[in-house]
């Protein structure tokens, strides 16, 4: 059965202050991992797919990465509008079911 | 482009009643699948459509179920309703199911509650 473990739970950062979150994964026969941002009250919104180990992506002030184990979301001197929970999710197997971690409930301060 | 869209966006319903929710996909993709939100397991898949049939299946009681209709537009259905069926429901629809066309955009979701 696939797993992902997302890590923190929670992330205080101020203003300007770089971070990374966390997510390690099992899955068999990885075809996926992604990454969305979902902000209270709405549905989940895609920021980044990864396939294969040693990919990189980046979007603005954020840089996923990818290992055979788990995978990084680094923020770069993030702003309060990055304040945010943070989903990774596996795809393996057929069909496109996604297997969720518990998110990283990001607040930025200023 | 419009994105996927999920009538209503919120629901008001007593127990042992049943709900149909309606979810739209992004035009062109063939692929829905279903999430259900709650505070405590967090996103859990229902299941996932693809060309009018069910290809996969999440471990929800058979109270739960869907369909697609040959336009793609998505369905899903919860009968007998219980307190603990109160959540978030999330649609998403994919291109497809090859290689890059399995990215998920989800709708704004539709906000159960059962009374």
């Known amino acids: 059965e696939d797993q992902v473990t997302q890590s923190p739970e929670a992330l205080r950062l101020q203003e300007g202050e770089s971070s990374s979150l966390n997510c390690s994964y099992t899955v068999s026969g990885l075809r996926g991992l992604f990454w969305y941002r979902q902000d209270p009250g709405k549905g989940p919104e895609f920021l980044f797919t990864?396939?294969?180990a040693g990919e990189e992506k980046e979007k603005e002030r954020l840089k996923a990465t990818l290992t055979k184990k788990e995978s990084f979301l680094h923020i770069t001197a993030p702003k309060p509008e990055d304040s945010a929970t943070y989903l990774c999710?596996?795809?393996?197997?057929?069909?496109?079911?996604?297997?969720f971690g518990t998110g990283t409930q990001l607040k930025v301060e200023l | 482009k419009a994105g996927v869209t999920q009538t209503p966006r919120y629901l008001i319903k007593t127990r042992g009643q049943q709900v149909t929710l309606s979810c739209s996909p992004i035009s062109g993709h063939r692929s829905v699948s279903w999430y259900q939100q709650t505070p405590g397991q967090g996103l859990q898949f229902l299941f996932e459509?693809?060309?009018?049939?069910?290809?996969n299946k999440g471990n929800f009681p058979g109270r739960f179920s869907g369909r697609q209709f040959s336009n793609s537009r998505s369905e899903m259905n919860v009968s007998t309703l219980e307190l603990g069926d109160s959540a978030l429901y999330l649609c998403?629809?994919?291109?497809?199911?090859?290689?890059?066309?399995?990215?998920?955009?989800f709708g704004q979701g539709t906000r159960l509650t059962v009374v």
């Open positions: 459509y693809f060309s009018e049939t069910q290809r």
């Open positions: 998403a629809s994919s291109l497809g199911v090859g290689f890059g066309d399995t990215e998920a955009f």
């Open positions: 999710a596996v795809q393996g197997g057929g069909g496109n079911k996604l297997t």
């Open positions: 990864l396939y294969s």
